[in-house]
């Protein structure tokens, strides 16, 4: 019985909403799927909903975006109290903030002379939290690039002509979130940000495990995550990192998973 540890859905920058995501896993035979949108839990209740009529288990989640020595680094938070008001602050906080970086961003894509207006943006994100690949989409609608990849590298990436950097806060601020919140941390993806040297601090501040598969590993990062997983007694786990079929660099739900069994020790750790 295999999961998938790690799903967007159009609650962030997913192009599926929860109730296909859920159909789709199930279509694929999966035990369960977590739901963990960019810094919102807002897809969560209609994930839920829909394991009434499909019979599939959803584990709540969240994926937290940080920065360290200027990279992105990404922090996925299961089973947490999505209650606890400290939390609650924050996140709200995080949703503001998206907003005024999408504004500065789309006002810097304009002064370049680039056909790209604010309402477009937000309506790509619906009900959503907002983010970078709505602005890209829009681009491609308009015809100003051909890609999501391209439209990170020539505007609104780190190099990009548009690029307005996010408000700034440690991975471990938000490793420490999850956990006061009674969830479990694990870091994602980090063969993409390449700080081996920092997960030793983020085990410090309660780093519970480690996202070992994922479609952007190579065996050669699998094999060092795996080493590092039981250096650092940390939990295994994987995921696809789904954001839907046209979205940037990501596989197919599915692509990467874990053991059932996984799920199993993330509820045993989750108020630890």
């Keep these: ?13 997913g192009l599926d909403n929860p109730r296909d995501v859920v159909c789709k896993a199930k279509k694929l035979n999966l035990k369960a799927v977590a739901i963990t949108d960019h810094d919102t839990f807002g897809g969560l209740q209609e994930a839920l909903q829909a394991t009434e009529t499909v019979n599939m288990e959803v584990v709540t989640g969240i994926e937290l975006s940080a920065e360290y020595k200027g990279k992105e680094v990404h922090i996925l938070g299961y089973l947490m109290d999505i209650m606890d008001k400290d939390l609650a602050y ?11 970086r999408v504004h500065k961003i ?26 970078r690949p709505h602005i890209a989409r829009v681009l491609i609608n308009k015809g100003v690039v051909g890609s999501v990849g391209e439209a990170f590298d020539k505007y609104i990436g780190q190099d990009g002509m548009a690029f307005v950097p996010r408000v700034k806060y440690t991975p471990a601020k938000a490793v420490r979130l999850i956990r006061n919140a009674g969830g479990v941390a694990v870091i994602a993806h980090p063969g993409l940000a390449k700080l081996d040297n920092y997960i030793p601090r983020l085990v410090e501040e309660g780093l519970q495990g480690i996202e070992v598969y994922h479609p952007q590993h190579s065996q050669v990062d699998i094999d060092h995550y795996l080493y590092m997983a039981k250096q650092y007694e940390l939990l295994v786990t994987g995921g696809s990192d789904y954001h839907g079929p046209d979205a940037r660099g990501h596989e197919t739900l599915g692509t990467a998973t874990i053991s059932y069994h996984v799920v199993k020790e993330i509820y045993n750790l989750a108020g630890s």
């Design 90 to 100: 924050h996140l709200s906080f995080f949703k503001k903030s998206r907003v005024e």
């Design 1 to 13: 019985m295999l999961v998938d540890l790690h799903v967007h859905t159009t609650a962030s920058d």
């Design 106 to 131: 789309v006002q810097k894509l304009q002064q370049l002379n680039l056909p790209i207006c604010k309402d477009e943006v937000f309506s790509q994100a619906k009900y959503g939290i907002i983010g």
